[in-house]
């Protein structure tokens, strides 16, 4: 029986991973999670949703820690989870510091890599920061390359990856999106009357400081102005975001929540009607779903959305954040209306058959 050991360590890597491990059983392997607690309490809660209790688990959160500490704690963490558990293949997820360490470590003992969400691209360096560089640096240690869509396909190719290693098997957040939709209804979101709801979140690292307090203060000035809007913000943990999301105190149209697990968090998202983020897996949700969104970067690695209309980009400054949304929330907005149509672009919901179909030696 094949072994695979899932590195996971953050709450989108769960999203992303989990809906492949029955798939990886239907196909007679053994899938083996390592979580390393990159997100700690965030990762737990969405472990819990998909009902999964990870064989290996240690904890690589400390607030504060600068990213090399970080790094030296995955390596260190998933190495010693890898000699321990003796798969025959490990596998990773887009772009975070588990996902390099768990590539690194993986090469570091002679095993192929299979790289989940690869070929991602900004083609700057630096934005998103550090993910941009960990997923480039993956590349070259991969044996499987998973890619979501032709174009991110491309993207490897170019950098000089063999095509009989690049595999186009659509992004496995729509497959989580879908279990999401299959799920007993959960208790409704206290949703004033009449009011269109929008859902804000802002957590990137290269956002911290001056530009994560304008957004805030964009979405605080995008209710005032519009008297039928109420916001949700799902508030990450992290200080630097509370801090700047102080500027949000004292609107009663905007409601503060925690950050919910996965398949509420996906009962919330249905119910809005726009999007303000600068997340990159929202990216894909709100895309299949048909929610207009404006994406509060200067570039992003999911163009696909742009392209199919869903996405629009508005940088970081305050005033082009509100003039984006005074555009969609204008009464019978022709922009409003033209974004607001569901793409499969990023995928059908099949991709984990795929991807374990393609592991167990099946030609896809």
Same mark, same amino acid.
């Given at each position: 029986?094949?072994?695979?050991?899932?590195?996971?360590?953050?709450?989108?890597?769960?999203?992303?991973?989990?809906?492949?491990?029955?798939?990886?059983?239907?196909?007679?392997?053994?899938?083996?999670?390592?979580?390393?607690?990159?997100?700690?309490?965030?990762?737990?809660?969405?472990?819990?949703?998909?009902?999964?209790?990870?064989?290996?688990? %240690?904890?690589?959160?400390? +607030?504060?820690? @600068?990213?090399?500490? $970080?790094?030296?704690? =995955?390596?260190?963490? #998933?190495?010693? *989870?890898?000699?321990?558990?003796?798969?025959?293949?490990?596998?990773?997820?887009?772009?975070?510091?588990?996902?390099?360490?768990?590539?690194?470590?993986?090469?570091?003992?002679?095993?192929?890599?299979?790289?989940?969400?690869?070929?991602?691209?900004?083609?700057?360096?630096?934005?998103?920061?550090?993910?941009?560089?960990?997923?480039?640096?993956?590349?070259?240690?991969?044996?499987?390359?998973?890619?979501?869509?032709?174009?991110?396909?491309?993207?490897?190719?170019?950098?000089?990856?063999?095509?009989?290693?690049?595999?186009?098997?659509?992004?496995?957040?729509?497959?989580?999106?879908? %279990?999401?939709?299959?799920? +007993?209804?959960? @208790?409704?979101?206290? $949703?004033?009357?009449? =009011?269109?709801?929008? #859902?804000?979140? *802002?957590?990137?690292?290269?956002?911290?400081?001056?530009?994560?307090?304008?957004?805030?203060?964009?979405?605080?000035?995008?209710?005032?102005?519009?008297?039928?809007?109420?916001?949700?913000?799902?508030?990450?943990?992290?200080?630097?975001?509370?801090?700047?999301?102080?500027?949000?105190?004292?609107?009663?149209?905007?409601?503060?929540?925690?950050?919910?697990?996965?398949?509420?968090?996906?009962?919330?998202?249905?119910?809005?009607?726009?999007?303000?983020?600068?997340?990159?897996?929202?990216?894909?949700?709100?895309?299949?779903?048909?929610?207009?969104?404006?994406?509060?970067?200067?570039?992003?690695?999911?163009?696909?959305?742009?392209?199919?209309?869903?996405?629009?980009?508005?940088?970081?400054?305050?005033?082009?954040?509100? *003039?984006?949304?005074?555009?969609?929330?204008?009464?019978?907005?022709?922009?409003?209306?033209?974004?607001?149509?569901?793409?499969?672009?990023?995928?059908?919901?099949?991709?984990?058959?795929?991807?374990?179909?393609?592991?167990?030696?099946?030609?896809?």
């Amino acid at each position: 029986m094949k072994r695979i050991l899932i590195a996971i360590g953050t709450r989108p890597e769960a999203i992303k991973l989990c809906p492949i491990l029955p798939a990886l059983r239907e196909k007679g392997m053994e899938p083996i999670v390592c979580a390393t607690g990159q997100h700690a309490e965030l990762l737990e809660e969405a472990l819990k949703d998909y009902g999964v209790e990870p064989q290996f688990r %240690f904890c690589a959160m400390e +607030p504060g820690q @600068p990213l090399t500490k $970080l790094f030296a704690k =995955l390596v260190r963490g #998933l190495g010693d *989870a890898i000699r321990s558990a003796a798969p025959d293949c490990v596998m990773v997820q887009g772009d975070t510091a588990t996902a390099f360490a768990g590539a690194l470590a993986a090469f570091y003992e002679n095993l192929p890599v299979a790289h989940v969400e690869a070929g991602l691209r900004t083609h700057q360096i630096k934005s998103p920061f550090p993910e941009e560089m960990q997923r480039r640096l993956i590349t070259p240690l991969a044996a499987y390359h998973f890619a979501p869509t032709a174009f991110a396909k491309q993207n490897i190719l170019r950098e000089g990856i063999d095509e009989s290693r690049i595999y186009v098997v659509g992004n496995t957040v729509i497959d989580a999106l879908k %279990f999401s939709q299959n799920q +007993p209804a959960t @208790p409704e979101w206290d $949703l004033p009357p009449r =009011l269109f709801p929008i #859902l804000f979140t *802002a957590h990137r690292r290269e956002n911290f400081g001056k530009p994560m307090v304008e957004m805030f203060r964009a979405l605080r000035r995008i209710v005032e102005k519009h008297e039928n809007v109420f916001a949700f913000c799902p508030l990450h943990a992290n200080p630097k975001v509370r801090e700047a999301a102080r500027v949000l105190e004292g609107c009663d149209r905007i409601r503060v929540i925690d950050p919910p697990g996965p398949v509420r968090f996906h009962a919330l998202l249905s119910r809005c009607k726009l999007v303000l983020t600068d997340s990159g897996g929202i990216q894909e949700e709100v895309t299949s779903l048909g929610i207009p969104t404006i994406v509060m970067r200067y570039s992003t690695e999911r163009t696909e959305g742009i392209r199919a209309g869903c996405l629009m980009l508005s940088g970081t400054h305050e005033e082009g954040i509100v *003039a984006a949304a005074t555009a969609l929330l204008r009464p019978n907005s022709e922009l409003y209306e033209q974004m607001s149509h569901p793409s499969d672009v990023f995928g059908d919901g099949k991709a984990s058959v795929r991807i374990a179909g393609i592991l167990s030696g099946q030609k896809p």
